[in-house]
């Protein structure tokens, strides 16, 4: 096949088959999905022109992919980012005509979020033409990802799957479920999370390693669905360490460190229910993760040393592994799972 513009060649994953009815779907940049549906759709439905500037904020990922569809359509592009911007995808970012403003470190992840959100804020009142993304907010951003469930629904031919992925926004695994869903597969929808992320009441319990930060959050996202996930599982630095670690040297496979976490709860999955295919999102390569991750390969544990606890309520929660029935629930239940007493039903 041949494409108009990079950004369409590197969206779509390749699908690896690790052992029967285990795969991964590794990607370039999965998030291109969605800043392409995007900034398309904004500029057909005139919410935005070839005057406007694109403005979010982005740990990278989220910058790299929509600094891809303004290249596309032509468009100048504007991104606040975070202290985590790896020096390399900052210069690969400004290099495709995008202003990358850095924020000096609010102490917090937390505290940098809302700096950045604030930022941002600034910048719209000061410039008309400035168009805000809301990568976290809006859910335009899901639309991009059916392309990605036909897919898997030609390549993976049943009608029973589980999914591993990342939750961060809430787009990526939370739109997989919602189009497969509709298209009549029996999903199982599995969400990661790092410790100390907000998204499903993790925020107390810390871990000193974290820096995988894009697939959690300090901050409420509204795109995060609550009722498409089936269960949640909290990982520490270390836990996707060793599954980073393994997909490279089991499978060559070099991916970020969220996707060395989703591998960890596939396998652990896939080992307890061989007879349903599981999919393993990996959502980005192992590039920005050179240094702070793949240097450290002797420090990783064989992955067989992990074992998730299968918790029932926050208080519970410890790492390097914790596991929760989540049952698609709506958000009002996060308040149950992380009430200070919990009556046994």
């Not at 590197?10 to 392409?36: D, G, Q």
């Not at 897919?151 to 993976?156: E, R, Y």
């Amino acid at each position: 096949m041949i494409y108009d513009h990079i950004a369409e060649a590197l969206k779509e994953p390749k699908i690896v088959k690790l052992e029967n009815n285990f795969y991964l779907a590794r990607f370039e940049s999965m998030k291109i999905y969605s800043t392409l549906y995007a900034v398309k759709s904004l500029l057909e439905r005139e919410i935005i022109n070839r005057h406007s500037i694109l403005i979010d904020s982005s740990s990278g990922i989220y910058a790299y992919a929509l600094a891809l569809a303004c290249h596309k359509y032509q468009l100048k592009c504007h991104i606040i980012a975070s202290k985590t911007v790896e020096p390399s995808m900052k210069t690969q970012i400004e290099l495709l005509g995008a202003y990358v403003e850095g924020v000096p470190s609010a102490g917090s992840l937390k505290l940098d979020q809302s700096y950045r959100v604030e930022k941002v804020e600034q910048l719209l009142k000061e410039n008309s033409n400035y168009y805000w993304m809301q990568q976290y907010h809006d859910d335009i951003h899901y639309g991009g990802y059916e392309a990605f469930a036909n897919i898997i629904l030609n390549d993976i031919n049943t009608e029973k799957l589980t999914i591993v992925g990342g939750i961060g926004s809430g787009c990526s695994t939370g739109a997989l479920g919602v189009f497969l869903r509709q298209k009549g597969i029996k999903i199982t929808l599995c969400g990661i999370q790092p410790f100390g992320s907000v998204t499903f009441g993790a925020q107390d319990v810390y871990d000193p390693e974290i820096i995988i930060a894009g697939i959690g959050s300090a901050i409420d996202f509204r795109n995060v669905k609550y009722e498409n996930y089936d269960s949640i599982d909290w990982l520490s630095f270390d836990c996707c360490l060793s599954g980073t670690i393994e997909l490279i040297k089991r499978y060559a496979i070099y991916a970020g460190l969220s996707s060395g976490g989703s591998y960890c709860v596939g396998k652990y999955l896939f080992q307890h229910n061989p007879s349903t295919p599981c999919l393993v999102i990996a959502p980005d390569t192992g590039h920005r993760y050179a240094g702070s991750v793949f240097a450290r390969h002797h420090e990783a544990k064989p992955l067989e040393q992990f074992k998730p606890q299968i918790i029932n309520h926050a208080n519970e929660l410890a790492l390097p592994w914790s596991r929760y029935l989540w049952d698609r629930k709506e958000k009002s239940h996060l308040c149950e799972f992380t009430s200070l007493i919990h009556i046994e039903s």
